[in-house]
């Protein structure tokens, strides 16, 4: 280790410390008398300073907010002319969020007020009537059966009764006359029957309908019935 170096003043410490880098320093000394250059080899040393009022002291944490002032200051002081433009725009498009804390503040208190009581759930049962009640509690054992033993697979059996019974309102609804190509549209179903025929002229009359509508396919219902027959089987010769 080289040697050390020390100077003290009133306030600062200063110490130098020979840096041993495995590098040699030289200095040359010119003499103008004789026009001679003496090289000589000489030490590094690095200054360094500890101030007395502040030893024993650590140092105090800086934030983010206080580090990103202090950047700004030194901008406005040595930046140059686009560095400062940037401060100022960072400036203007800061949010200022001491305006919300007002608003968050009635925030929470009205989803506080809102909240119920410990005792609120046993007084809101006596707002019930008996009837909810019962109704929720047969929701409850359906939806226990049907986990149980399933939903009724005999859907196609109850779609043909709906059916069924919603041709036979239109048919009350029309007179027994229904335009059985807007119900085959909404239902996507076929027209197709042997009681879905054009109207005749009589029936026009009796329904009251223009000359047109006889273009258009209609649902007749006529006393007696007359059901189709079955087709009989076909002899293989």
């Known amino acids: 280790m080289g040697p050390l170096i020390a100077g003290e003043t009133d ?13 040699r320093y030289l200095v040359g000394v010119h003499d103008k008398k ?11 040393h690095i200054l360094t300073r500890d101030v007395k009022a502040l030893k024993g ?13 202090a950047r700004a200051a030194l901008g406005e002081s040595f930046g140059t002319k686009k560095a400062k433009l940037a401060i100022k725009a960072q400036e203007q498009n800061k949010v ?21 009581a410990i005792g609120h759930p046993k007084q809101s049962w006596k707002s019930f009537s008996a009837r909810e009640v019962n109704l929720y509690a047969v929701r409850c054992c359906r ?21 069924t019974h919603m041709f036979a309102l239109c048919l009350r609804v029309d007179d027994y006359a229904t335009n059985a190509e807007i119900i ?34 209609h649902a007749l219902l006529r006393v007696p019935l007359e059901f189709p027959q ?5 002899r293989h010769g």
């Open 34 to 44: 004789t026009g001679k250059t003496t090289i000589r080899p000489t030490p590094l």
């Open 184 to 217: 085959a549209k909404d239902l996507s179903q076929s027209t197709q029957s042997q009681w879905i025929t054009k109207l005749t002229v009589a029936d026009l009359k009796r329904l009251g309908l223009p000359d047109s509508a006889a273009k258009t396919k």
């Open 143 to 163: 939806r226990s059966v049907v986990s149980i033993h399933g939903e009724c697979k005999d859907v196609f059996q109850k779609e043909t009764l709906l059916l």
């Open 230 to 234: 079955p087709r009989g089987k076909r």
């Open 11 to 23: 306030s600062v410490d200063f110490h130098w410390a020979n840096q041993a880098t495995g590098c």
């Open 96 to 116: 200022d969020v001491s305006a919300m804390e007002s608003v968050q503040d009635s925030s929470v208190r009205r989803l506080y007020d809102a909240v119920p």
């Open 57 to 69: 002291q650590e140092p105090i944490a800086v934030s983010v907010l206080q580090r990103l002032e």
